[in-house]
T-cell receptor
Framework: NAGVTQTPKFQVLKTGQSMTLQCAQD?????MSWYRQDPGMGLRLIHY???????DQGEVPNGYNVSRSTTEDFPLRLLSAAPSQTSVYFC??????????????FGEGSRLTVL | GENVEQHPSTLSVQEGDSAVIKCTYS??????FPWYKQELGKGPQLIID?????GEKKDQRIAVTLNKTAKHFSLHITETQPEDSAVYFC???????????????FGQGTILTVHP
């Protein structure tokens, strides 16, 4: 049972380059999300999706794009990488509990460095 | 939007002691308060959660208390063990009218170190 799988685990980019962080889950979860983790700032929501074809912005969406063409996959695209996007990125998924929230299942993270 | 403040940022205890981590939230509409544990090199994992209609919840050595009037909630770990060493995050969820999934807002995290 794989759970939430993120690739790559490590990536180094140059300023201005673009890339995609991949996220896949095999639990048939409706809800998927991307967080970034920075020292002293906890986890901040970038984008989330409540089902295929539905996405919305979180707290820090600028510089990132997402799409949700299938239930399983939720890729995060960096359009033009900046040093401020150096962070650890986590993908998380959950069943869609209306109104009350539910347990988030996290991937193991992708560490991105932008030079 | 919601704002969650977590204290302390670091906590060091001796094995067998108790550890308490406190969080405050800003939006009185929040009704779901989970705690996550993150071990080194891994993603956070849910350890306990509480909903607004409950004041306290226990699961073996861990417990969470909620004071909705004061808008704060706390994690209590008793009889700490070295394997409890990790980063702990509190979070709060706003549920807008029960029609959509509440977005979790996390606290800044607490690094707990349990010394043998």
């Amino acid at each position: 049972n794989a759970g939430v799988t993120q690739t790559p685990k490590f990536q180094v980019l140059k300023t201005g380059q673009s890339m995609t962080l991949q996220c896949a889950q095999d639990m048939n979860h409706e809800y998927m999300s991307w967080y970034r983790q920075d020292p002293g700032m906890g986890l901040r929501l970038i984008h989330y999706s409540v089902g295929a074809g539905i996405t919305d912005q979180g707290e820090v969406p600028n510089g990132y794009n997402v799409s949700r063409s299938t239930t399983e996959d939720f890729p995060l695209r960096l359009l033009s990488a900046a040093p401020s996007q150096t962070s650890v990125y986590f993908c998380a998924s959950s069943y869609f509990y209306r109104g009350l929230g539910g347990e988030l299942f996290f991937g193991e993270g992708s560490r991105l460095t932008v030079l | 939007g919601e704002n969650v403040e977590q204290h302390p940022s670091t906590l060091s205890v001796q094995e067998g002691d108790s550890a308490v981590i406190k969080c405050t939230y800003s939006d009185s509409a929040s009704n779901y308060f989970p705690w996550y544990k993150q071990e080194l090199g891994k993603g956070p994992q849910l350890i306990i959660d509480i909903r607004s209609n409950v004041g306290e919840k226990k699961d073996q050595r861990i417990a969470v208390t909620l004071n909705k009037t004061a808008k704060h909630f706390s994690l209590h770990i008793t009889e700490t063990q070295p394997e409890d060493s990790a980063v702990y995050f509190c979070a709060a969820s706003i549920s807008p009218g029960g029609t959509s999934y509440g977005k979790l807002t996390f606290g800044q995290g607490t690094i707990l170190t349990v010394h043998p």
